[in-house]
């Protein structure tokens, strides 16, 4: 009996606009491997983000590019990065309406997990939508979980982290959120075919559900990534947590796929408490850049929020 295999959340797209020769080196690269689809002009649906790059505030026809309204959350948020190193810059970018805006030297991780923060900011403010027929359906089109009818696993790992962040800031605990990236899963659908790629992200799960302790949550989070929850768990021991699934990982066969190369693992850890976390969301993005941190390194691929 054939086994149905959900969909996948569509890549999110981002149009570039803008002074071209602003943009920081290697941000399609960066975006690309985030999981951006990047376009130069939209046709067809309109984008889930637009980023502007400027060489300069002063003078540029900011305005044209920002939008003069955005009735009820609509319009797509807005990014803008500038080149020069004007510190009033960002200001006047969200005075004119900016979604948000990075000035000087772009620390590309963070721009990715900032535009994922505003892509779900703009879906949760549009309760009317539905993403039950979307791609992924229970899932955003950033992989991230939906706030219209979630799947019961997504719905899990919000209420999960928000759990487990309450009560490590009531009595002094500390716990980890993790994205592990597989490689192996990117294009698997085209690879393997739609079925067998199925079956390859239900084993995966599966192994790393029995190689975790018991109180641990492992969820799928995209098409190639898994998030996980590691209760009274430090940096040191997520880090260990990592590097144990994924040897288990490496010496397991999996049908269509014999062996999962240690080298196309990646991860992003963070762990609260963080100064910088002020709230459940803020670990999501704090994760996410760090996995992007993780896939640049060339040995180990094992991110941290700093």
């Excluded at 003069?68 to 948020?77: F, K, N, Q, R």
């Excluded at 196309?264 to 910088?276: D, E, K, L, N, Q």
Aim: proline share 8%.
């Amino acid at each position: 009996m054939n086994e149905q295999v959900p969909s996948h959340p569509a890549r999110p797209k981002v149009l570039l606009l803008g002074d071209a020769s602003a943009r920081p080196e290697g941000l399609e690269r960066a975006l690309t491997r985030a999981g951006f689809q990047l376009v130069e002009r939209v046709e067809g649906p309109s984008a889930d983000a637009i980023l502007i790059t400027l060489s300069n505030i002063e003078g540029a026809p900011l305005q044209e590019l920002l939008p003069t309204s955005d009735l009820e959350g609509t319009d797509p948020p807005r990014l803008v990065l500038i080149a020069g190193g004007n510190p009033d810059g960002p200001a006047a970018a969200l005075a004119r309406g900016a979604a948000d805006a990075m000035a000087g030297t772009i620390h590309l991780p963070e721009l990715c997990a900032r535009l994922y923060a505003r892509i779900r900011e703009r879906r949760q403010s549009q309760p009317g939508v539905d993403v039950t027929h979307a791609p992924g359906g229970g899932q955003d089109s950033v992989g991230r979980p939906s706030t219209a009818e979630p799947e019961p696993e997504t719905e899990t790992l919000e209420h999960r982290v928000q759990e487990e962040f309450e009560r490590a800031r009531r009595y002094s605990l500390s716990f980890s959120l993790v994205i592990l990236g597989i490689d192996e899963l990117q294009g698997a659908d085209e690879r393997l075919g739609a079925q067998a790629a199925g079956r390859l992200r239900h084993e995966v799960g599966r192994t790393l559900r029995r190689e975790l302790r018991i109180p641990d949550l492992v969820v799928p989070y995209g098409t190639d990534e898994f998030a996980i929850v590691l209760p009274e768990t430090g940096q040191a021991g997520a880090r260990q947590s990592v590097v144990r699934v994924r040897e288990r990982l490496t010496s397991l066969p999996f049908e269509g796929d014999p062996r999962l190369e240690a080298s196309r693992f990646s991860a992003g850890i963070v762990t609260y408490p963080h100064p910088a976390a002020f709230q459940p969301d803020d670990l999501f993005a704090m994760a996410e850049a760090a996995l992007m941190r993780g896939r640049a390194q060339s040995i180990e691929r094992i991110g941290v929020a700093v």
